[in-house]
Nanobody, 120 residues
Framework: VQVAESGGGLVQPGGSLRLSCAAS????????ISWVRQAPGAGLEWLSG????????NYADSVKGRFTISRDNAKNIVFLQMNSLKSEDTAVYYC??????????????WGKGTLVTVSA
């Protein structure tokens, strides 16, 4: 089982980035996926989740209206579109697999993370 993030980088405040999470080694359409981040010196913060079929999404208040999660089950990939980025969005972003259809299921596999830096 593997989930691998990509798409991080340096972006100016107000800018956008799209993160990708490529999955392999399991039946992708059977599992919910979440994005979690860790800012420098801070704990883990859950950001957004999407259920196995992609019909249900949810967001933390800190990113609601700015970030959008989506998935393509034909390509085994999940996206996180991040708009109106702020300096406080600077963090390592992790893709996390849930051990069931819903994001209410436990998290069992984490990617290695991709760094997003928001700075002028």
């Amino acid at each position: 089982v593997q989930v691998a993030e990509s798409g991080g980088g340096l972006v100016q405040p107000g800018g956008s980035l799209r993160l990708s999470c490529a999955a392999s080694g399991f039946t992708f359409s059977d599992n919910g996926i979440s994005w979690v981040r860790q800012a420098p010196g801070a704990g883990l913060e859950w950001l957004s989740g999407i259920n196995s079929a992609g019909g249900y999404t949810n967001y933390a208040d800190s990113v609601k209206g700015r970030f959008t999660i989506s998935r393509d089950n034909a390509k085994n990939i999940v996206f996180l579109q991040m708009n109106s980025l702020k300096s406080e969005d600077t963090a390592v972003y992790y893709c996390v697999k849930h051990d069931g259809l819903s994001t209410q299921n436990g998290m069992d596999y984490w990617g290695k993370g991709t760094l997003v830096t928001v700075s002028a």
